[in-house]
């Protein structure tokens, strides 16, 4: 996160002060245009469309670009074969790399591309969604504290109440830093600076904060609490790696794993699914698929707060 408050014009300037600068500049300019991550998806979508043009013109067909009105058609004929639940991923990346070999965008273009996206999706039906790991029911989950390997994060079970609370993917809560966990003692609120993400090119985040939800504190502080969850992995953390020096950054993750580091995601659906199987629920879905996903948190928490 590169924070600015206004705008500096020697900065600006000093763009310009040589071929090198410029250079730097253009290449900054040009990297940030997508997501971290976008590269490598993009380049992955692309290769599906290009493969899939071969396979229904063969090797001496046209050209993947320009595209045209046959190629969109064949190429969508196949993922909508294929039961792809997401065209619109291989469209957009086809059409932007279309325009920007310098191929003009026809309304003849356009509208197979919208009809063919049409007939891809048609009755494809609803996407699999993750099973819920009930909220209330945490208390009867028993992991090992400290755990027992290298890959699993300290504090799983208070990962669970802050995920479910916050309503976060698995990938948010195992990447939530102990400086980003603020706490307001007098009011029994906790507030978290939550993640930046490819959605926000613009990086603003946002801070989401919970108040105690005990039903008596003073006696028993709940396991389902998401207050009184912070506090007990900001206490885990501070017995387990020590409490930051003063004036260091303190990089060390809200739930990290033995060595300090972020817990793949993974090994959060691995322990996700040993909770389940603790809880006597199902593993797989009707459908076959595995029950539970990256957004078991989300769905389960949603549900809760409803």
């Not at 705008?7 to 600006?12: E, F, G, N, Q, V």
């Not at 009105?69 to 932007?96: C, H, M």
């Amino acid at each position: 996160v590169a924070f600015s408050t206004r705008a500096d014009p020697k900065l600006a300037a000093a763009a310009t002060a040589s071929d090198e600068a410029k250079a730097a500049a253009l290449e900054a300019y040009k990297k940030d245009k997508f997501s971290a991550t976008a590269p490598g998806t993009r380049s992955s979508a692309f290769n599906t469309w290009k493969k899939y043009h071969v396979k229904w013109f063969g090797d001496h067909g046209p050209d993947v670009l320009p595209l045209a009105v046959e190629s969109i058609a064949g190429v969508l004929s196949q993922l909508k074969a294929g039961r792809y639940r997401s065209p619109y991923n291989y469209t957009n990346v086809a059409k932007d790399m279309h325009i920007a070999a310098g191929y003009p965008w026809s309304d003849l273009l356009a509208r197979e591309m919208r009809l063919g996206l049409r007939s891809a999706l048609r009755g494809i039906g609803p996407a699999h969604q993750s099973a819920e790991l009930p909220v209330e029911r945490t208390v009867e989950l028993q992991f090992p504290e400290p755990p027992t390997d290298d890959a699993t994060p300290h504090g799983f079970i208070n990962m669970i109440v802050v995920a479910d609370f916050w309503v976060l993917r698995e990938v948010e809560a195992s990447l939530i830093l102990r400086k980003s966990v603020r706490f307001e003692a007098d009011e029994n609120t906790v507030e978290i600076l939550l993640p930046a993400c490819k959605t926000d090119p613009a990086a603003t985040t946002c801070r989401r904060k919970w108040g105690c939800v005990c039903a008596d504190p003073e006696s028993q502080p709940e396991v389902v609490c998401p207050f009184h969850a912070c506090v007990r992995q900001h206490k885990l953390l501070a017995e387990r790696f020590g409490r930051p020096a003063d004036g260091a950054v303190d990089t060390l993750p809200f739930f990290p794993t033995s060595c300090g580091e972020a817990a793949h995601t993974d090994r959060i659906i691995e322990l996700v699914e040993a909770a389940a199987e603790m809880l006597g629920l199902p593993l797989l879905a009707p459908n076959g698929r595995r029950a539970f996903g990256g957004h078991v948190f989300r769905v389960s928490g949603s549900r809760h707060l409803a």
